[in-house]
């Protein structure tokens, strides 16, 4: 671990307990996933906050979100919608999907969010086709190889001046140049996109710093 890290993470916290308090079943949702193997690759607090937060900027009605896992960040996201809002959440695996359901359920929120499970890149691929309404918001975080593809698939997908949010772009190895993570090549590709505004927004977790890169759709501009 970089020696600067155990430092970060007291900042988080500073953040995380003004801003970012967990209730009941926010706390719950992470000892289910703990208890049930899940892997510990959710957003922290506060970065939970700040989608949140962006999605009561950006007043969204309508969310898509890519890598559920047990629906730690589809709750953050989930409660700044309206009460006729709607997310929905692709996962993989079966398991994480039933898991993420429990955790909605307890959150209150069942009426207003659908996890799909099966390969994203597939389920997209039916939205686009089927005339999905469009979303408010994205909110990319499954595997990492497949970034690039879900950012074609989603751009078109959301509104106008909607967003489209990248988890995990600041990692360390966009400090070592001959890497080419999924992640890197996702940044690389916001950044030629020619209908999107963005910048990666440096986020604290307790393993240290990472970033959420935000687009906001303006095509032609
Ligand atoms: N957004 C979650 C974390 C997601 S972790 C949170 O912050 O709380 C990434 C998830 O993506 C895992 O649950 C994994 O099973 C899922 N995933 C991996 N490959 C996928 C694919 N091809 N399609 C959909 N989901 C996938
Ligand atoms: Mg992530």
């Given at each position: 671990m970089p020696e600067h890290q155990p430092i970060l993470h007291e900042y988080d916290a500073y953040i995380s307990r003004h801003f970012a308090q967990e209730d009941a079943a926010l706390t719950a949702a992470r000892e289910d996933m703990a208890r049930e193997g899940l892997p510990r690759i959710n957003v922290s607090a506060s970065e939970g906050k700040l989608l949140h937060l962006l999605a009561l900027m950006s007043e969204a009605e309508r969310i898509l979100e890519i890598?559920?896992?047990?629906g730690y960040s589809t709750i953050w996201l989930a409660?700044?919608?309206?009460?006729h809002g709607k997310l929905i959440t692709l996962e993989l695996d079966a398991h994480h999907a039933d898991v993420a359901r429990k955790n909605i359920e307890r959150a209150g929120l069942t009426a207003q969010v659908e996890v799909r499970v099966g390969p994203a890149l597939e389920t997209l691929s039916r939205m686009g086709a089927s005339g999905e309404a469009l979303f408010d918001m994205a909110f990319i975080d499954a595997d990492k190889d497949g970034y690039v593809d879900y950012l074609h698939k989603v751009v078109p997908l959301v509104r106008e001046g909607g967003l489209v949010l990248g988890d995990n772009t600041l990692s360390d190895e966009v400090l070592d140049e001959a890497a080419t993570s999924g992640t890197k090549r996702y940044s690389s590709a916001v950044a030629d996109h020619p209908d999107l505004v963005s910048t990666i927004v440096p986020v604290l977790r307790s393993q240290g710093i990472d970033g959420l890169l935000i687009s906001i759709k303006r095509t032609g501009r």
């Open positions: 890598g559920t896992l047990g409660r700044a919608l309206p009460p």
